[in-house]
T-cell receptor, first 116, second 113 residues
Framework: AQKVTQAQTEISVVEKEDVTLDCVYETRDTTYYLFWYKQPPSGELVFLIRRNSFDEQNEISGRYSWNFQKSTSSFNFTITASQVVDSAVYFCALSGFSGGYNKLIFGAGTRLAVHP | ETGVTQTPRHLVMGMTNKKSLKCEQHLGHNAMYWYKQSAKKPLELMFVYNFKEQTENNSVPSRFSPECPNSSHLFLHLHTLQPEDSALYLC????????????FGPGTRLTVT
């Protein structure tokens, strides 16, 4: 079975703080993809990153960075120097060979509130 | 602007009404999806279309009827819905069925009264 757990339901920080959103996944597939999406109040899901299971290199994009660790089945997302515009719900997702790469399994999401 | 548009953005309908949700993608993708986002559940995949053919129905009740006339357009026809069907319905597309990287539209907020 495939499952994504985002244990943090809500996080509240003050602007300029760093914040890490946790994501733990379960899958029996050896080939799979991991994703992060952002859902601002407007509703649409904004794609942030896709990582395949064979690439454990961490990635940095501006203030965003992702830490993928297969040993702990985690794919955590860090925002450095958070800003009010980062306030949104963030979803971690998984797709794998057995379920079909097109079938995204989403976590419950973490609501991030960044206060000025 | 993600290249995936949905109309209407908000819809209120009674349980005896028939309505349709529309999705259009301008990305040249070949796979399209309907997802449901309820208040107390994770995002759920409803339907998958690949090159206009339905490839997945995730045990969705028959009161939801999808239609994909071409790779750019996807509809969700609604009839005799229940109040528990109130949710945000999100359309998405990806280059192919197996590309994984899906781009989402803004969603239709549906309220069934």
């Amino acid at each position: 079975a495939q499952k994504v757990t985002q244990a943090q339901t809500e996080i509240s920080v003050v602007e300029k703080e760093d914040v890490t959103l946790d994501c733990v996944y379960e899958t029996r597939d050896t080939t799979y993809y991991l994703f992060w999406y952002k859902q601002p109040p407007s509703g649409e899901l904004v794609f942030l990153i896709r990582r395949n299971s064979f690439d454990e290199q961490n990635e940095i994009s501006g203030r965003y960075s992702w830490n993928f660790q297969k040993s702990t089945s985690s794919f955590n997302f860090t925002i450095t120097a958070s800003q009010v515009v980062d306030s949104a719900v963030y979803f971690c997702a998984l797709s794998g060979f057995s379920g079909g790469y097109n079938k995204l399994i989403f976590g419950a999401g973490t609501r991030l509130a960044v206060h000025p | 602007e993600t290249g995936v548009t949905q109309t209407p953005r908000h819809l209120v309908m009674g349980m005896t009404n028939k309505k349709s949700l529309k999705c259009e993608q301008h990305l040249g993708h070949n796979a399209m999806y309907w997802y449901k986002q309820s208040a107390k559940k994770p995002l759920e995949l409803m339907f998958v279309y690949n090159f206009k053919e339905q490839t997945e129905n995730n045990s969705v009740p028959s009161r939801f009827s999808p239609e994909c006339p071409n790779s750019s357009h996807l509809f969700l026809h609604l009839h005799t819905l229940q109040p528990e069907d109130s949710a945000l319905y999100l359309c998405a597309s990806s280059l192919t069925r197996d590309s994984g990287e899906a781009y989402f539209g803004p969603g239709t907020r549906l309220t069934v009264t």
